[in-house]
């Protein structure tokens, strides 16, 4: 473009804020890879290694690979190229296509090293003289060592075990408290004050149990589990605690007409239905199993140990143990992952997790509990200090699993 | 030994085209000053991709090769963003020489010169590590038969001597055609990084479609050929080139070169001041 003026162009002025962002960017892009992508370099052979590296002799026709089969693990290749073109060695997965690995580059006269991490199976080898076309091709077959290949899979595994283990928990408990509410409910409906009396603190144990699941749904937790005192300005009373306050009335309290206990009832249980319509898709992240433990034992600290939960009936330690109970089974999913990672934290929360529970053995009177009111301050200080000591720990806990 | 040749010879001409370009437009707008900054930026990239090299050689762990390829994937990409951001400052700043910005364009310029350093040490630094990785197997083997190693060292000095000529060759170009090419010259070169970054991301499979082609040329331009080394070196054209390279490629080059060349044109004529920073410029350069 001769004469063509000198280009216009206006791009902001670069900040410093931006070239830092820049370098960055650089930086991010190679530092997190460098720290993940390392893999043992098997070293010449020595003590354990029966074989050294696997020996690979590139030319113009031939690609040989000193060995068939090998175990499985870290793999090491020598590739020399013999020939007067530059190769290229390719580790192939069974369908030929997919590359676990390669070495490029590989100069007449060379010898470069290819270090693979190998689970048992069936692979390709192909040597690419001229780097052109599909190589000079063989079969390797890698048999199954023993040796797990990478820790991380393993336990992931464990881990997807335990939500699969905690999920199918949530499942189990939630059907039992479709099954329990219905009782209650139609026994309350029906006026049978007393089975609805005997029902109430043993049927909300299944709700306790699984209750960050079910305050997850924002929508049915204040339908079924408001209490008087956390009630919005216009909400409509319904769920457990409006039937609590109608079967261990207060004094000077108006009881329910039958037909107001009638809908309450039909509501408890619709409400109950639609949680456990959706708590059989809700899907459970390995943070959700550590959080929700947490969350069960603040619901302690707040709710149970205060004895605010059950201002009327009283029947809080049903709700504490139902507590936990969630938040134990949610730990003991996650123990084997747990003890893999940070077996210290693990016998801790174990220790922590039996004296809270042997101190609440103590309250226990027939299937159920003492009431609430009839501990004494010392009784619920010395409860509440084994909350507090096992909540330390089990904060840790999701971060010790996730991360 | 003209293989080992050839692979020095490409990488180091991969490495060396992005360095020289940016060098030449350093000198013909008169800011020698600032080339220590580049040759700071190709001396960190070189020391460290041979440490890391031997280290890899040499060390208890070695990188997957997973990893080694999203390095030079990941680093090839950003380089492409950074040349980007380079050409278009370039033409920012040569077009207000003219004038009586001057100082203003020396701050200017003095503050993207650490933008300078970093595009510098990843032009050379996306090679550096799979170049270093080749040197070391061939410093290996000299105690066999030091040909490799000559042959791979020979290269990188011919690629250094081609870089020197097109150096002293864009030198003489006139001022305003030695901006409009550069340009040109490095949003094709970047194009070529980029779809080199991608294939590499395909062949560490964090981007899918490695084997879906859309033109094989190897049997006209076999990859080993000095032509076809001085293809890849220059421009990073693979002979077997996949859909998602082309694509890239295209999308990259089509619309940054439209709105570098229709900056171009749309510049309003003031060649009375190019003239004379034209001549300033070449001035200080001889
Ligand atoms: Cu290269």
């Known amino acids: 473009m001769p004469g063509t003026p000198l280009p216009k162009m206006t791009l902001p002025k670069m900040t410093s804020r931006r070239r830092k962002s820049l370098a960055l960017v650089a930086a991010a892009a190679a530092v997190p890879l460098v720290l993940t992508g390392c893999t043992d370099n098997t070293k010449t052979p020595g003590s354990s290694a029966s074989a050294g590296p696997i020996q690979v002799t590139s030319n113009k026709t031939e690609c040989k690979v000193s060995i068939g089969s090998v175990p499985s693990g870290n793999l090491s290749f020598a590739v020399k190229n013999e020939g007067t073109e530059i190769t290229e060695f390719y580790l192939l997965a069974e369908d030929g296509l997919r590359i676990v690995g390669e070495v490029e580059n590989i100069g007449p006269g060379l010898t470069r090293n290819l270090v693979v991490t190998a689970p048992a199976g069936k692979y390709t080898t192909a040597c690419k003289p001229g780097m052109q076309g599909d190589g000079i091709r063989a079969a390797l077959e890698v048999t199954d060592s023993g040796n797990k290949t990478g820790v991380d899979a393993d336990f992931q595994k464990l881990v997807d075990t335990g939500v699969q283990q905690y999920t199918a928990y949530v499942r189990d408990q939630t059907e039992q408290l479709v099954t329990g509410t219905k009782a209650f409910a139609d026994a309350y409906a029906a006026g049978d004050a007393t089975k609805a009396r005997e029902l109430y603190a043993a049927t909300r144990m299944h709700w306790e149990r699984i209750e960050p699941v079910a305050e997850s749904f924002g929508d049915l937790d204040p339908k079924l589990d408001a209490r008087e005192a956390d009630l919005e300005p216009g909400q409509e009373w319904t769920g457990w605690h409006r039937a609590e306050k109608d079967l261990f009335p207060p004094a000077g309290y108006t009881a329910l007409t039958a037909t107001e206990r009638a809908k309450i009832a039909t509501q408890l249980v619709s409400d109950t239905e639609e949680l456990g319509k959706r708590t059989r898709t809700v899907v459970l992240p390995a943070d959700k199993l550590g959080n929700g433990a947490k969350e069960l034992l603040d619901e302690v600290a707040r709710g149970k140990v205060t004895g605010e939960e059950e201002i009327w009936s009283h029947t809080d330690l049903w709700d504490f143990q139902a507590n936990v109970d969630g938040a134990r089974i949610a730990f003991e999913n996650l123990k084997p992952a747990l003890a893999q990672k940070d077996p210290a934290l693990a016998t801790s929360l174990d220790e922590k997790f039996a004296a809270l529970q042997a101190e609440l053995k103590k309250y226990a009177k027939g299937d159920g509990f003492a009431y609430y009111n009839e501990l004494g301050p010392a009784e619920v200080q010395q409860l509440a200090a084994l909350v507090d000591a096992l909540g330390e720990p089990l904060s840790k806990l999701t971060s010790a699993v996730v991360l | ?286």
């Open chain 2, 1 to 286: 030994m003209t293989a080992n040749f050839l692979i020095g010879l490409r990488e180091g001409l991969e490495a060396t085209l992005v360095v020289v370009l940016l060098m030449a437009y350093l000198v013909k707008t008169g800011r020698r000053s600032l080339l220590p900054r580049l040759w700071a930026g190709v001396g960190i990239a070189v020391a460290v991709s041979i440490a890391f090299g031997a280290l890899l050689t040499f060390g208890p762990q070695g990188l997957t090769f997973a990893a080694q390829e999203a390095i030079g994937g990941g680093l090839s990409i950003v380089a492409v963003a950074l040349v980007t951001w380079m050409v278009f400052w370039m033409a920012r700043t040569a077009r207000s020489l003219g004038g009586e910005l001057k100082s203003q364009v020396d701050k200017l310029a003095d503050g993207a010169a650490w933008g300078l350093v970093v595009v510098a040490a990843l032009a050379v630094g996306r090679e550096g590590l799979e170049t270093a990785l080749f040197l070391w197997a061939a410093a290996q083997a000299a105690g066999e038969s030091s040909q490799p190693l000559l042959g791979a060292l020979l290269g990188l000095a011919v690629a250094a001597g081609l870089g020197y000529l097109l150096h002293r060759g864009v030198l003489k170009v006139n001022l305003s055609r030695f901006f409009t090419w550069t340009g040109v010259g490095l949003i094709v070169i970047a194009g070529g990084v980029l779809a080199y970054g991608i294939h590499d991301l395909q062949e560490a499979g964090i981007l899918p479609g490695l084997h879906n082609l859309a033109f094989d040329v190897s049997a006209a331009i076999p990859p080993s050929s000095w032509y076809g080394t001085l293809l890849k070196g220059t421009l990073n054209l693979s002979p077997a080139t996949t859909w998602l390279e082309a694509g890239a490629w295209l999308l990259y080059v089509i619309p940054v070169l439209y709105f570098y060349i229709r900056a171009n044109r749309s510049a309003p004529a003031k060649s009375s001041g190019n003239a004379v920073a034209g001549n300033a410029a070449t001035s200080k350069a001889a």
